[in-house]
């Protein structure tokens, strides 16, 4: 049976996260947001991986500084961006940390509390909890993209008060989800059978004015993340986007016998037919028709980013309003 050690840390918990970090084996380590500082106070090295919170209004209201991010790319850590992430928790090779602190100057003038264990046990949930998230929700901030995250942050404005506590009035993107990431896909025929979309779509629930569906996946390896926008095509049509709502079902063990969850806005959605949508569709650089050359280039499956993904969003939603940075 494992001995197991609690401490519980309050008030002046960044020198304790320090120690206990600095020198330590393989991190794992979800922290969602970052002053500028936060490299001094969270000692990574080459190997470890970060999941913060990027998103956009959290970067222009300086929540979560990009040149710390950057900092932290440059001694080799692995950082990712969730938009949903709001959890502090590191797991390291001895110690499993669990609290409220933000790695931040003000974090480090607020009263927080942390949790520190050496079970193996939380050591392996916390490192686990980290990359399900990475998984699930996460996107990896390479070098290149870290200008438009800089880019939002010198133009931003502070929010005075606690970092992730009504520090701002919600904003109305016009469109349901939160944007990550948008794939525009080829619509195939499914072929499963009702009693299979049934076990799909068990313990998934329906909200208010949106459908569920179900898509069919032939193999594990195309599976879309929970949260992925897609939008289908075929030959005529140009369907309405869907949001991926639950991981991968399998329902038997036969090859593409699985399907995941799919939702839809009920109200004031339609079908567009090709030729009305071309018009329609607007980038700095690229038609529909050009789009639909690469989609088959890269055998019905192309993820969209920047100007292509909010123009293609804004066809449903014309009141949509970006909020997030493409970091994929």
């Known amino acids: ?3 197991m050690k609690m401490d519980f840390y309050s008030e002046d918990v960044w020198p304790h996260i320090t120690e206990i970090v ?9 922290i969602a947001f970052l002053g500028n500082d936060a490299s001094d106070r969270l000692p990574l090295k080459a190997g470890d991986v970060l999941l ?12 979560t500084s990009p040149f710390a991010i950057e900092r932290f790319i440059n001694r080799g850590v692995k950082v990712y961006s969730s938009e949903r992430l709001h959890a502090k928790v590191i797991a390291t090779d001895k110690h499993a940390i669990v609290g409220s602190a933000n790695a931040s100057a003000s974090s480090a003038r607020s009263s927080e509390a942390i949790i520190v264990t050496d079970s193996t046990k939380d050591r392996r949930s916390v490192k686990e909890f980290v990359l399900r998230e990475i998984n ?11 200008e438009d995250l800089k880019r939002l942050y010198k133009e931003g404005e502070a929010i005075p008060g606690i970092t992730g506590v009504n520090t701002s009035k919600p904003q ?10 948008v794939y525009l896909v080829t619509r195939c025929d499914a072929d499963l059978t009702d009693e299979e979309r049934e076990k799909i779509l068990t313990g998934t629930t329906r909200p208010t004015g949106f459908n569920l569906d179900v898509m069919q996946i032939e193999n594990v390896e195309d599976a879309y993340k929970r949260g992925d926008i897609v939008i289908f095509c075929d030959d005529t049509y140009i369907y309405p986007p869907v949001k991926i709502d639950s991981d991968v079902v399998f329902v038997n063990d036969e090859e593409s016998r699985m399907g995941q969850a799919t939702q839809k806005r009920r109200k004031g959605m339609r079908d567009l037919m090709r030729s009305r949508f071309s018009p329609r569709y607007v980038t700095d650089t690229e038609s529909f028709d050009d789009l639909m050359d690469i ?9 969209l980013s920047g100007a292509r993904r909010d123009a293609m969003l804004r066809v449903w939603f014309p009141e949509f309003k970006e909020l997030s940075v493409s970091i994929e």
Request: no cysteine.
């Open 1 to 3: 049976m494992e001995t």
């Open 22 to 30: 600095d020198g330590a084996g393989e991190i794992h380590a979800a």
């Open 52 to 63: 913060v919170n990027a998103r956009a209004d959290n970067v222009s209201s300086r929540a």
């Open 136 to 146: 699930n929700h996460g996107m990896e901030i390479i070098p290149e993209k870290l």
């Open 172 to 181: 109305v993107t016009g469109f349901p989800w939160a944007v990550e990431n």
């Open 295 to 303: 989609l088959d280039e890269a055998s019905g499956h192309l993820k």
